[in-house]
């Protein structure tokens, strides 16, 4: 399994985390570990709803006629660049 190592972590932040590993019955790696996968999945919970959002913007303003997977394809492209 791969391993990272942590350097120059404040002490304020190392004392908060090896607070909260305690209260959790966890050690203090399992507690980064913890965090860390909290933060990838409150990404992703906020990266849905702002790709529902886009999909509800895009039918309430979209054309009558369905859009062809090209014309989809340049506006998923479009968007990911940033452009209008």
């Known amino acids: 399994m791969p391993s990272i190592t942590l350097k120059d972590i404040p002490v304020e932040l190392h004392a908060q985390l090896k607070n909260e ?3 959790n019955f ?3 790696t399992q507690e980064a570990m913890s965090r860390i996968e909290r933060t990838f999945q409150i990404d992703a919970a ?3 709803k ?3 959002r886009w999909i509800d913007q895009a039918i309430a303003s979209g054309p009558e006629t369905p859009l062809t997977k090209k ?3 340049a506006i998923r492209d479009r968007v990911l ?3 209008k």
């Open 21 to 23: 590993a305690a209260a």
């Open 50 to 52: 702002r790709d529902q």
């Open 81 to 83: 660049r940033g452009k």
């Open 26 to 28: 966890r050690s203090i």
């Open 71 to 73: 014309e989809m394809d």
């Open 46 to 48: 906020l990266n849905t």
